[in-house]
């Protein structure tokens, strides 16, 4: 299983990015995916979920109206595009999946700061 995040960078508070994490060494129209995210000195949490077959969204409350997951089967890719974006967003966004183990990706920055 490898998960390869992408697309973080340095945004101005209100800003926007999408985040891509492209998949491979399993069934990815099988899996659920999620996007977690850890901000300095906390534990990582739980941001973003969607089923297999893209059907179904949850979101934690701090961002839920902001953010949007979505995948592309056919490109075993999922998305997180992250919208009106704060400061308290900053962090290391990693996206996860089940294959009888949870794995994760190696993450990819998010700072957002003016």
């Known amino acids: 299983v490898q998960l390869v995040e992408s697309g973080g960078g340095l945004v101005q508070p209100g800003g926007s990015l999408r985040l891509s994490c492209a998949a491979s060494?399993?069934?990815?129209?099988?899996?659920?995916m999620d996007w977690y995210r850890q901000a300095p000195g906390k534990s990582r949490e739980f941001v973003a979920t969607?089923?297999?077959?893209?059907?179904?969204?949850n979101y934690a409350g701090s961002v839920k109206g902001r953010f949007t997951i979505s995948r592309d089967n056919a490109k075993n890719t999922v998305y997180l595009q992250m919208n009106s974006l704060n400061v308290d967003d900053t962090a290391v966004y990693y996206c996860?999946?089940?294959?009888?183990?949870?794995?994760w990706g190696q993450g990819t920055q998010v700072t957002v700061s003016s």
């Open positions: 996860s999946t089940w294959v009888a183990r949870q794995y």
């Open positions: 060494g399993f069934t990815f129209r099988w899996s659920n």
């Open positions: 969607i089923t297999s077959g893209g059907g179904t969204t």
